[in-house]
Every structure is written in C-alpha cells, then in structure tokens.
C-alpha cells in the first residue's frame, strides 16, 4: 500500500463499527485500519453513512457496538466520558463541510479557542500558536475578520487551522472541496499532501472524484454503511 507502513500500527483503527437509528442502519460491521502518512479518501452516495462514520471517529456521535482506536485512545460504545474526550480532542481534528466557525469569534479566537479550553494554554501563547497556523495557511492577513467577512476558501482554511491547533496526528474532513473552486481544489490538494509530509493522517469524505484522485493514498466506498474497496 502506497504511504503506509504495513508494519507499524493503525493511527485510526476501527473494529465491528454499528450503528442504528430507530430500524435503520447507518454503519454495519465496519472494520478498517488507516495508517500514519495516509490520505484516505471516502466515497460514497449521499446518506451511505460517510459523514456518520467521522463522526464516530470524532467522538461527535455515539455508537451501538464495535471500538475505535484513535493513536492510543479508545472509544467503545455508548456515551464517552469527558476525560477520554478531552484526551481524544489531542488525537483528532475534523473539518466540517460548512466550516462551523463560530461567528462571533474572530479567525484568530477560533483558532486559539481549542488551545485555552482543551489544552489549558495561556491566552497570549494560545494566540501566538493560533497566528503562526493561520500563516502557514495562507490567511494570517485575516486575523481579526469575522467567518462571514471570509471567502469560502479563507473559512475552510481557518476552520483547518482551528481543527490542528492542538497538534492532532489525524485530521478528519467533510466534503472540503464543497465551496471551491477547481483552482482552489488543486490548491487544496497540495495542501493536504503538505500536511501529510508533516507527520498527520487524513480521512477526507468526498463526492469529488478528480480531487480523491489526484490527493488520496487509498480510495474507499461506502454502501449502505459498508466499507468495501474500488475496484
């Protein structure tokens, strides 16, 4: 497998995954392994359960059976206590589709939000942090602007910020390439591949076919809440 070393353990390691709402199943039996260095791309029709299964991996959304293990910190199901979710906010960061900046909060005190709240930094080092990450984004220019005074392509950059300024080994992103442009994609996925070279893993969930061919390691399908390979 292209990026990963089949050798090492799983950073993201999922087990027997099962979900339900009422009769419905959204994820059945999911198993999979996604290993440091990787982009792995899920793909999909809508409601498959793509977006369920980040979810899950982000301690946002309960499950009814199965384990995940996130870099060393493990979710089983039922409700998650506060002391393995605060441990698992160091694990993993999500970008959601719609960005869910908070809109009274400047790109700046979104960014350092994370790193006050979870990780109990100091404000003035929080802020530090939270600039140096805007910039190597692209956007320290917009430091003081609202999430609606951004273009679509600032605010995912920001919420990108937001979602690594607790130095997070796994990033999770929602349909990224959403409200962008193909110019923009091509910079997105030039912007994933640096951040991969940094030392993170990514599970991006994605209609785009393009962009998951030109940016991911591994490419799977999600049906009727199964993971099953291209072909």
Not at 197 to 222: K, N
């Amino acid at each position: 497998m292209e990026g990963a070393d089949l050798m090492s353990a799983p950073v993201v390691r999922m087990r027997d995954l099962q979900l339900h709402r009422g009769s419905r199943v959204v994820l059945e039996d999911v198993s999979l392994d996604v290993y440091r260095g990787e982009i792995v791309m899920l793909m999909g029709a809508s409601g498959s359960g793509k977006t369920t299964l980040l979810r899950t991996v982000a301690g946002l959304e309960p499950f009814d059976r199965g384990e995940i293990d996130v870099d060393g910190v493990f979710l089983k199901h039922g409700t998650f206590d506060a002391i393995i979710l605060r441990a698992l906010r160091t694990k993993v960061g999500m970008v959601f589709q719609s960005h869910c900046l908070f809109e009274h909060l400047s790109a700046l005190e979104n960014v350092s939000l994370a790193l006050v709240h979870v990780l109990r930094v100091p404000q003035a080092t929080a802020q530090t942090r939270a600039r140096e990450l805007l910039e190597q984004l692209g956007v320290g220019h917009r430091t003081s602007a609202l999430p609606r005074e951004l273009s679509g392509g600032e605010a995912q950059r920001v919420a990108i910020a937001r979602a690594l300024a607790t130095d997070p080994p796994v990033l999770l992103m929602d349909e990224p390439t959403a409200s962008l442009d193909p110019e923009r994609r091509t910079e997105l996925a030039a912007m994933l591949q640096s951040l991969v070279e940094r030392g993170r893993t990514l599970v991006v969930v994605t209609h785009d076919e393009d962009f998951a061919a030109s940016a991911a390691t591994r490419v799977l399908r999600v049906e009727s809440g199964r993971l099953a390979p291209t072909v």
